[in-house]
Structure formats: structure tokens, C-alpha cells
């Protein structure tokens, strides 16, 4: 067991630097339920690919809707990029339902362990 000695006068010279904490983490200390910010579901690599084209397209179709008139061209690019965006999100979802025998991501074993 390490005794250390009792110190009476304050160290004015403490040499540790303290780590300048970041906006998350002053974010996730106001949080009131610790479990929604570390709470872990398992999704399926396609499914989770899907979200994130699904996201980015409707984000382009909302930036494209929010552009002037007078930038047709640049409207005309963002909708047809989001759209695309939002059919290959649909290929993902519908991906395991029409493409049998395709190997699942994570195994209800592994999951209970």
C-alpha cells in the first residue's frame, strides 16, 4: 500500500496539464439518461448503408428546395443527385428480402453473449 504524506499548503505549481474537454462531452454530461447516449443496437451493414443514403438524399432534396429559382441548373443537379441517393437507399433495404442466401452481418449468438 503507497501512504503518501499529507500536504498543508496548496501546490501552486501543479504541472499536470488538465485535457481541455470538448463540446460532446459537456453535451453528454447534461444528458439525464446515460443509456440513450451509450446505448449499442446491432443493425445490418446494409440496412445501416441504407439509412445513410436515405439521409444524405432527402438532405440534398432539402437543400435543392431551399435554393433560389435563379439557380435552376444547380437545383436540377441537387434533385437528381438525392434522388439517386434515395433509390439506392431502397436497393439496401430491399436488398436481404429479394437476394436470398445472403450471409447476415451479426449472428443471434453472437448478439446473447
Do not use: H, W
Request: hydrophobic residues 40%; glycine residues 8%; charged residues 20%.
Amino acid at each position: 500500500m503507497n501512504i503518501s504524506k499529507i500536504q498543508t499548503t496548496p501546490n501552486f505549481y501543479n504541472t499536470q496539464n488538465q485535457p481541455k474537454r470538448e463540446f460532446i462531452d459537456k453535451l453528454t454530461d447534461a444528458v439525464k439518461n446515460q443509456r440513450d447516449v451509450n446505448d449499442c443496437v446491432a443493425v445490418p451493414r446494409g440496412i445501416f448503408k441504407a439509412y445513410l443514403f436515405i439521409m444524405g438524399g432527402f438532405g440534398l432534396l432539402g437543400i435543392s428546395g431551399a435554393l433560389p429559382q435563379k439557380m435552376k441548373n444547380t437545383k436540377m443537379v441537387l434533385n437528381i443527385a438525392g434522388n439517386v441517393l434515395n433509390f439506392i437507399s431502397a436497393i439496401y433495404f430491399a436488398k436481404p428480402f429479394a437476394v436470398k442466401g445472403v450471409s447476415p452481418t451479426v449472428k443471434k449468438e453472437d448478439i446473447n453473449k
